[in-house]
């Protein structure tokens, strides 16, 4: 009412009540905690988790060195120099940091909407190895193939293999090819190794 509109006491009342409720202060923290997927942190990482289909808590196989025989690709060792296997307790279990949980968020997001074409999935292994030479090949009818230039770390392993983020065109047969370019024998001009200084691929 006029009589009270210059009363000091209401006024006070009436601007301490809007401090109080002012939600900008409020958005601004909720908008870098949580919405900006580039700023969030903690839950808000994990609710973009949730959105995008990907979790924090992750299980990765170990690389524990192991007493046994050599087969395959994999090696073991004699005795006195590893331990016994443990057997099925070959994983373990880890929770991505802040950093890690919010590069996969981005590959999934990204690996959600990519467009499974040669150059678009070229596109994509740029943006998720950036300093790493990785591509895409066409390699007969309905059959594509993965190079890696590169030993994929545990965390990139998860990435590939686990969690199967690389992009696959339907119906096409993939496989997959690791092989680092300092560490094989080949021919000149490929960037592999002379004799005596790489291994038989």
Known sequence: MSQYANSPIICNLIDG?????????????????????????GFGLDIWGRIVGVNRNI?????????GFETGNKSFY????????????????????DSKFRTLIMIKAASNIVYATAPNINRFLRLIFPKKRSYYLITGHMKARYFLEFIPTLFERHIIYN?????????????YRE???TSFFGFSGTGFQPFNHGVFA
């Open 59 to 67: 299980n990765m196989s170990s690389d524990v060195k192991t007493f």
């Open 17 to 41: 009540m809007n401090d109080c409720l002012d939600p900008s202060e409020t958005i601004e923290t909720f908008y870098e905690l949580a919405f900006n997927v580039n700023t969030a942190k």
């Open 163 to 175: 969690l199967g983020l690389l992009p696959r065109p339907s119906g096409v047969l993939i496989d």
């Open 179 to 181: 092989l680092p370019p």
């Open 78 to 97: 004699p005795f006195n120099n590893y331990p016994f296997s443990a057997a099925g307790a070959g994983y373990d279990a880890y929770q991505l940091t």
